[in-house]
Protein backbone atom coordinates (compact mmCIF):
# COMPACT_ATOMS: atom_id res chain seq x y z
CA UNK A 1 0.00 0.00 0.00
CA UNK A 2 1.32 3.03 -0.91
CA UNK A 3 1.05 6.22 1.81
CA UNK A 4 -1.37 9.47 -0.03
CA UNK A 5 1.21 12.01 0.20
CA UNK A 6 1.34 15.23 -1.75
CA UNK A 7 4.89 14.29 -2.24
CA UNK A 8 8.57 15.88 -1.10
CA UNK A 9 11.60 17.97 -2.68
CA UNK A 10 14.48 15.62 -4.19
CA UNK A 11 17.15 17.66 -1.87
CA UNK A 12 18.71 15.42 -0.31
CA UNK A 13 21.43 15.95 3.00
CA UNK A 14 22.93 13.52 5.14
CA UNK A 15 22.02 15.63 8.33
CA UNK A 16 20.65 18.89 8.73
CA UNK A 17 20.02 21.01 11.63
CA UNK A 18 16.58 23.05 11.75
CA UNK A 19 15.44 25.98 14.15
CA UNK A 20 12.52 25.65 16.55
CA UNK A 21 11.02 28.64 14.74
CA UNK A 22 9.84 27.10 11.55
CA UNK A 23 6.33 25.91 10.80
CA UNK A 24 4.02 23.14 12.28
CA UNK A 25 4.34 19.91 11.32
CA UNK A 26 6.96 17.89 12.72
CA UNK A 27 6.79 14.51 12.45
CA UNK A 28 9.76 12.61 13.05
CA UNK A 29 11.68 9.94 15.37
CA UNK A 30 11.79 11.44 19.26
CA UNK A 31 15.72 11.32 19.97
CA UNK A 32 15.70 7.16 21.76
CA UNK A 33 13.36 5.52 19.31
CA UNK A 34 14.22 1.98 18.73
CA UNK A 35 14.09 1.04 14.49
CA UNK A 36 14.49 -1.92 12.91
CA UNK A 37 17.32 -2.06 10.43
CA UNK A 38 18.96 -5.24 8.91
CA UNK A 39 21.44 -5.12 11.67
CA UNK A 40 18.45 -5.10 14.06
CA UNK A 41 17.01 -2.74 16.24
CA UNK A 42 19.20 0.57 16.28
CA UNK A 43 18.81 3.87 18.08
CA UNK A 44 17.44 6.56 15.91
CA UNK A 45 20.71 8.73 16.59
CA UNK A 46 23.17 6.09 15.06
CA UNK A 47 21.34 5.82 11.86
CA UNK A 48 23.44 7.07 8.86
CA UNK A 49 22.27 8.26 5.32
CA UNK A 50 22.48 5.13 3.17
CA UNK A 51 21.43 2.47 6.45
CA UNK A 52 18.78 0.14 5.35
CA UNK A 53 15.53 0.24 7.79
CA UNK A 54 13.02 -2.57 7.46
CA UNK A 55 10.16 -0.96 6.33
CA UNK A 56 6.48 -2.36 4.98
CA UNK A 57 8.28 -2.40 1.21
CA UNK A 58 11.20 -4.01 2.35
CA UNK A 59 14.50 -3.13 3.71
CA UNK A 60 15.05 0.43 1.50
CA UNK A 61 18.19 2.87 2.23
CA UNK A 62 17.46 6.27 4.39
CA UNK A 63 18.31 8.69 1.74
CA UNK A 64 18.02 12.18 3.80
CA UNK A 65 17.85 12.63 8.05
CA UNK A 66 16.97 15.88 9.32
CA UNK A 67 17.94 16.73 12.75
CA UNK A 68 15.60 19.26 14.47
CA UNK A 69 15.14 20.37 18.10
CA UNK A 70 11.65 21.83 18.71
CA UNK A 71 9.17 22.25 21.00
CA UNK A 72 6.36 20.13 19.74
CA UNK A 73 3.21 18.27 20.87
CA UNK A 74 3.51 15.26 22.11
CA UNK A 75 1.85 12.29 22.84
CA UNK A 76 2.60 8.56 24.67
CA UNK A 77 1.76 5.24 24.03
CA UNK A 78 1.55 2.80 26.36
CA UNK A 79 3.28 -0.43 25.68
CA UNK A 80 0.21 -3.01 24.47
CA UNK A 81 -2.08 -0.37 23.80
CA UNK A 82 -2.17 -0.64 20.13
CA UNK A 83 -2.31 -4.27 19.51
CA UNK A 84 -1.71 -7.16 21.81
CA UNK A 85 2.01 -7.25 19.95
CA UNK A 86 2.32 -3.72 19.66
CA UNK A 87 4.50 -2.59 21.10
CA UNK A 88 6.46 -3.74 23.95
CA UNK A 89 7.71 -0.95 25.68
CA UNK A 90 5.94 2.70 26.03
CA UNK A 91 6.56 5.10 22.87
CA UNK A 92 6.98 8.60 23.17
CA UNK A 93 5.86 9.94 19.89
CA UNK A 94 5.12 13.72 18.51
CA UNK A 95 1.40 14.22 17.72
CA UNK A 96 1.88 14.85 13.90
CA UNK A 97 3.41 11.29 13.81
CA UNK A 98 2.03 9.06 11.23
CA UNK A 99 0.58 5.65 12.78
CA UNK A 100 0.12 2.71 10.30
CA UNK A 101 -2.79 1.09 11.56
CA UNK A 102 -4.08 -2.49 10.34
CA UNK A 103 -6.19 -3.45 13.12
CA UNK A 104 -10.54 -2.92 14.51
CA UNK A 105 -9.25 0.58 15.06
CA UNK A 106 -8.88 1.31 11.34
CA UNK A 107 -12.16 0.13 10.77
CA UNK A 108 -13.95 1.01 14.08
CA UNK A 109 -12.84 4.64 14.28
CA UNK A 110 -11.80 5.83 10.28
CA UNK A 111 -13.89 3.01 8.58
CA UNK A 112 -11.45 1.28 6.49
CA UNK A 113 -9.33 -1.73 6.86
CA UNK A 114 -6.02 0.09 7.44
CA UNK A 115 -5.37 3.72 8.09
CA UNK A 116 -2.32 6.02 7.94
CA UNK A 117 -3.26 8.57 10.58
CA UNK A 118 -1.20 11.05 13.25
CA UNK A 119 -0.65 10.15 16.45
CA UNK A 120 -2.53 13.14 17.71
CA UNK A 121 -5.44 11.14 16.61
CA UNK A 122 -5.59 8.02 18.43
CA UNK A 123 -4.93 10.56 22.10
CA UNK A 124 -7.64 8.14 24.55
CA UNK A 125 -6.46 9.80 27.63
CA UNK A 126 -5.41 6.24 29.20
CA UNK A 127 -3.69 4.34 26.73
CA UNK A 128 -2.53 7.08 24.37
CA UNK A 129 -2.00 10.74 26.27
CA UNK A 130 -1.82 14.01 25.16
CA UNK A 131 1.58 15.14 26.94
CA UNK A 132 0.99 18.98 25.27
CA UNK A 133 4.36 20.90 24.21
CA UNK A 134 7.59 19.35 24.79
CA UNK A 135 11.50 20.13 23.86
CA UNK A 136 12.58 16.99 21.71
CA UNK A 137 15.10 16.42 19.39
CA UNK A 138 13.46 14.94 15.99
CA UNK A 139 15.10 12.95 13.76
CA UNK A 140 12.93 12.70 10.25
CA UNK A 141 13.64 10.06 8.42
CA UNK A 142 13.17 9.77 4.41
CA UNK A 143 13.19 6.77 2.06
CA UNK A 144 13.83 6.87 -1.90
CA UNK A 145 9.73 7.00 -1.37
CA UNK A 146 7.23 7.54 1.87
CA UNK A 147 7.36 4.18 3.77
CA UNK A 148 5.98 2.68 6.73
CA UNK A 149 9.07 1.78 8.86
CA UNK A 150 9.05 -0.03 12.17
CA UNK A 151 10.24 2.14 15.31
CA UNK A 152 9.03 0.98 18.65
CA UNK A 153 7.18 -1.69 18.19
CA UNK A 154 4.87 0.08 15.47
CA UNK A 155 4.36 0.83 12.41
CA UNK A 156 5.12 4.33 11.51
CA UNK A 157 5.23 7.04 8.44
CA UNK A 158 8.34 8.10 7.39
CA UNK A 159 8.51 11.90 8.02
CA UNK A 160 7.18 12.76 3.92
CA UNK A 161 4.05 10.85 5.10
CA UNK A 162 2.66 13.62 7.03
CA UNK A 163 0.18 15.97 5.78
CA UNK A 164 0.52 19.44 5.84
CA UNK A 165 3.74 21.80 5.95
CA UNK A 166 7.23 20.16 6.07
CA UNK A 167 10.01 21.38 8.08
CA UNK A 168 12.56 23.65 5.92
CA UNK A 169 16.08 22.98 6.52
CA UNK A 170 18.10 25.59 7.50
CA UNK A 171 20.71 27.05 5.16
Not at 17 to 32: K, M, N, R, W, Y
Not at 81 to 87: A, I, P, Q, V, Y
Not at 92 to 118: C, E, K, Y
Not at 134 to 148: D, E, G, H, K
Request: hydrophobic share 45%; proline share 6%.
Amino acid sequence: MKPRTAGRSRARSSSTFCTAAEPAGHAGLISGAQVLTLKGERCVEALRVGDHVLTRGGALPLTRIDVISALVPCVYVIAGSLGHSRTDRDALLTADQMIFLRDWRATAVFGQPSALVPAQKLVDGEFVRDLGQQLVTLYRLFCPMPQILFADGLNLGTADTAPGPAVRPAA
